[in-house]
């Protein structure tokens, strides 16, 4: 599977959101971690995981949070 950064700009709030596509696992943090910084958008508390990561999350002392859409 292909993997790939979005980032969603939301024009009516200005609510920057980063997405991670077709990543295994949490491999995604170190994809988004970059732009997430660049564009200061998420602190850990604010952080929304997908179904893909859960059997990692399983495994640490994360929150797993289901992606709103």
Known sequence: MERSILIHF???TG???VEAEG???LSCL????PFEEALG???E???IFKEESAPQ???TNSTQTRLRQ
């Open 41 to 43: 958008v998420v602190s």
């Open 57 to 59: 999350l399983r495994t």
């Open 10 to 12: 939301d024009n009516a």
């Open 23 to 25: 990543f295994e696992g």
């Open 45 to 47: 508390s604010d952080r």
């Open 30 to 33: 170190s994809a988004t971690q």
């Open 15 to 17: 609510e920057v959101r």
